[in-house]
């Protein structure tokens, strides 16, 4: 039986999540006599109060602390604030490159046009994450991102007011991580900025009670933090029988849980939005593109035209856009069956209901479903 230390800070969703992760590997394939860090409280350092030469493996996440254990040459998965590695530990890293695309598509699909971006100074992942979102950006021809990277003192509001007030309105504010997106929401409070009428604010993370009890209720991005504390401990497993390498494990973006801070549309065109509203409230219904059309006061051709130019979509292509959304959400949220999902959205044959989420995504609807917990 393997003894493994186990340091995780689970005041935080990241940590919680990981931890989560690792237990499930732990309890189904793994023989460990495990021990966790005590309270705060009840220490003093996180390595002080161990033997670790009595250890097998270590499983640490954003410790501190943790000089002694990382000069060990026992295996160990380390997941890092600064992602910054270790000689001899597999890393835990989120794929902040993707990150940043995600948040940039997915404020351009609400129609804005100003973009911002709030981080960490000297953070990898921080950093990481704006060059992701600034070329994201520039691709749709848009040649500015605002930044405020300033992280001394998360307590003090009126560099960031200022900053908030001078940005050109309305405008997408992208914070690096939930507590970064929280500090632009509680700012533009104090400021007297609106949330999401004149910012609209998303964060990464989606810890569900931080970002539940905002206000308003946060927009954030969900990390596979749990299936990445599973294969960590997984691969802690191999290392510890000599089985494995140091390969990193890379935690990816599942989706953007949508929430109040989002909850708006930054387009002038009154009836681009009446068509967005339409297909909004109706798109679990067999609707087409004349559908949409026939809400409005304007052409079909002129109504493509105005889609194309606002949204860089057609506007079969955004009816696709929410039920695609809506169906991975049924898919990820509930334990409903393919058929009744389908069902919801009035589709009458279940495999015309797999082909259609196929072509769109690349994925039957159980291939996806499979794909989130694939531990």
């Known amino acids: 039986m393997k003894k493994v230390l186990i340091i995780v800070d689970t005041s935080r969703n990241t940590g919680r999540q990981l931890l989560a992760g ?62 910054s590695g270790s000689a001899g530990a597999t890393s835990i ?45 520039s691709s749709y021809g848009i040649e500015k991102v605002f930044t405020f990277n300033n992280s001394s003192g998360l307590g003090k509001k009126k560099p960031v007011i200022e900053w908030l007030q001078s940005l050109p309105k309305p405008v997408c504010i992208f914070g690096c991580n939930d507590d970064r997106a929280i500090y632009i929401m509680e700012a533009c409070k104090v400021g007297g900025i609106s949330v999401p009428e004149e910012v609209a604010v998303l964060g990464v993370d989606n810890d569900e009670l931080v970002c539940n009890l905002s206000s308003p209720p946060l927009s954030s991005i969900l990390l596979s933090f ?3 504390g599973f294969a960590g401990a997984r691969q802690l497993e191999e290392l510890m029988q000599g089985q494995a390498s140091n390969e990193a494990i890379i935690v990816e973006p599942v989706e953007i849980i949508e929430r109040q801070s989002t909850e708006m549309l930054a387009i002038e065109d009154k009836e681009v939005v009446s068509a967005l509203v ?28 105005r889609f194309k130019n606002q949204l860089d979509r057609t506007i079969k292509q955004e009816i696709d856009r929410f039920r695609v959304n ?18 919801s959205l009035e589709f009458t044959d279940g495999e015309h209901f797999s082909r259609y989420f196929k072509n769109l995504t690349g994925q039957s609807p159980m291939q996806f479903r499979r794909s989130l917990n694939s531990f």
């Open 226 to 228: 749990e299936t990445a």
């Open 278 to 305: 339409y297909i909004r409230n109706n798109f679990h219904k067999p609707i087409q593109a004349s559908d949409v059309v026939n809400a409005t006061a304007v052409s079909r051709r002129s109504l493509e035209y």
């Open 22 to 83: 690792a237990e499930k590997y732990i309890t189904a394939f793994a023989r460990w006599q495990v021990q966790t860090k005590p309270p705060e409280y009840l220490e003093s350092s996180s390595e002080d109060i161990y033997d670790l030469d009595s250890f097998d493996g270590f499983f640490i996440c954003d410790a501190k602390n943790i000089s002694r254990i990382l000069q060990t040459d026992k295996p160990k998965v380390i997941n890092y604030i600064h992602e």
């Open 326 to 343: 809506y169906i991975k959400k049924s898919l990820n949220k509930t334990d409903l069956p393919v058929y009744k999902i389908a069902a």
């Open 93 to 137: 890293v989120t794929n902040s490159d993707l990150i940043g695309r995600m948040a940039a598509d997915y404020f351009y699909s609400l129609g804005f046009r100003n973009f911002a971006y709030c981080g960490f100074d000297n953070i990898p992942w921080s950093e990481k994450r704006l060059r992701s979102y600034e070329s994201q950006v």
